[in-house]
C-alpha cells in the first residue's frame, strides 16, 4: 500500500510540474502549437522511440550468441521495454534499469543470472562508449558555433558545466576502454574493497566470486568475440542517432521547419546534460525548463518558439508514458515469479 502510494504521489507531483511548465509558456499557445504539429509530428517521433528500442534489444542479441544464449527477439523487447520504464520513474535515466532487465531475462529463460548481468553489462558499456563518441562531436560542434552565447556572462557557467560534463564522459570511457582491453576488473576491485568493512563480510564474499565470474565473462566476450562487440556497439550509435533526429522529424513534419546541425548538436547536448544531474523521474521540468531556456539564449526562438518547444517535450513525455504503460504491462503480465524465482547461479 505504502508503494503504491508513493507511485501516486510520484504521478501527481510529475503531472504537477509539466502542468507548471504549460502555463508558464502559456496553455493558449501549447495547445495553438500541439494543433499545428499534428499527429503525425507525434507518430513521427513514437516510431523513433520503437526503433531506438529495436537497437537496444537487437545490441542485446548480438552479444548473447558467443554464450550461447538463444534469446527470442520478444523476450529481449520486453526486457528493455520493463527496463526502460525503470529508468523513467525513478531519478536515474542513464542507470536503474540493467538489474529489472536480468531478472526479466532470467525469469522469462530460465538462464544463470551471472550470465545475462554479464551480458547486461557488456551492453551497457558499448553504450556509454558510442554515447561518448557521439556526445563528444555535438558538444565540440555547440561549444565552436555557440562559443560567443555559451561562454560570456551571464551564461559562462552553462558553457563551463557542459564542458564538465563531456570531460567526465570521455574519461569514464577511456577508463573503460582501457579496462577491458587490459583484462581489468573494476567491479571486482569495489566489490572486494567495500567488503574490507566489518559489515555483511560474508554476503560481500559471495559477491565478489559472482561479480569475478561476470567480469571474466564479459572480457571474454569482449577479447574473444571482437565482431559482436563491434556491432553492438554501432547499433547503440544509431540509437543516439535516432535520438539526435527526434527534433528534426517533430518540427520538421509539424512546421515544415529544418533545424541547423549545430543547432541539432546543442539540442542533444543540452538534453542530455539536464538528464544527467537528474532529479525528478526522467527529469521533468529540469529538462523542459532547461531546453527552452537554452534554445532562448543561443536565439533559436526565432525560428522555435518556447510553445513549439514545449509541444515537443510534452510530445516526448506522452510517448515516455506510453513506454511506462507498457512496462507496467508487462511486468503484470509476467508476474511476480520473476522476482521471488528459484535462485540460479
Request: net charge positive; aromatic share 12%.
Amino acid at each position: 500500500m505504502l508503494r503504491l502510494l508513493k507511485i501516486f504521489l510520484v504521478c501527481v507531483v510529475t503531472i504537477g510540474i509539466l502542468a507548471l511548465m504549460v502555463y508558464l509558456v502559456g496553455y493558449a499557445k501549447t495547445l495553438d502549437s500541439i494543433r499545428t504539429a499534428g499527429v503525425l509530428s507525434f507518430l513521427a517521433v513514437g516510431c523513433l522511440q520503437f526503433l531506438f528500442m529495436v537497437c537496444h534489444s537487437a545490441s542485446l542479441a548480438i552479444l548473447s550468441f558467443p554464450l550461447g544464449h538463444r534469446i527470442s527477439f520478444r523476450i529481449l523487447f520486453e526486457a528493455v521495454t520493463v527496463g526502460l520504464a525503470t529508468n523513467f520513474i525513478t531519478p536515474s535515466t542513464y542507470l536503474g534499469g540493467e538489474p529489472v532487465k536480468v531478472i526479466y531475462l532470467g525469469g522469462k529463460t530460465e538462464l544463470p543470472y551471472g550470465e545475462l548481468a554479464g551480458t547486461v553489462v557488456l551492453a551497457k558499456y558499448m553504450e556509454v562508449l558510442s554515447f561518448v563518441l557521439f556526445l563528444g562531436m555535438s558538444t565540440a560542434v555547440s561549444l565552436v558555433v555557440f562559443r560567443y552565447t555559451l561562454f560570456s556572462p551571464p551564461n559562462l557557467m552553462i558553457g563551463i558545466a557542459i564542458m564538465l560534463i563531456a570531460t567526465a564522459s570521455v574519461i569514464l570511457s577511456v577508463a573503460i576502454l582501457l579496462a577491458l582491453l587490459r583484462r581489468q576488473r573494476p567491479l571486482t576491485a569495489l566489490v572486494e574493497f567495500v567488503s574490507r568493512s566489518r559489515f555483511f563480510r560474508r554476503f560481500f564474499a559471495k559477491l565478489r566470486s559472482r561479480t569475478y565470474r561476470m567480469e571474466q565473462q564479459i572480457l571474454e566476450v569482449f577479447l574473444r568475440e571482437g565482431r559482436a562487440a563491434l556491432r553492438s556497439f554501432f547499433l547503440y550509435l544509431l540509437a543516439h542517432v535516432i535520438l539526435f533526429l527526434r527534433p528534426l522529424a517533430f518540427f520538421g513534419i509539424g512546421w515544415h521547419t529544418g533545424l541547423d546541425f549545430e543547432l541539432l548538436c546543442l539540442i542533444f547536448i543540452a538534453s542530455q546534460l539536464l538528464l544527467a544531474i537528474q532529479i525528478t523521474p526522467s527529469s521533468v521540468g529540469l529538462l523542459d525548463g532547461g531546453l527552452i531556456g537554452i534554445l532562448y539564449l543561443v536565439g533559436a526562438d526565432t525560428t522555435i518558439s518556447d510553445s513549439m518547444t514545449a509541444a515537443y517535450l510534452l510530445c516526448l513525455r506522452l510517448w515516455d508514458v506510453m513506454v511506462i504503460g507498457g512496462g507496467a504491462w508487462i511486468a503484470a503480465r509476467s508476474g511476480v515469479s520473476l522476482l521471488f524465482g528459484k535462485e540460479r547461479p
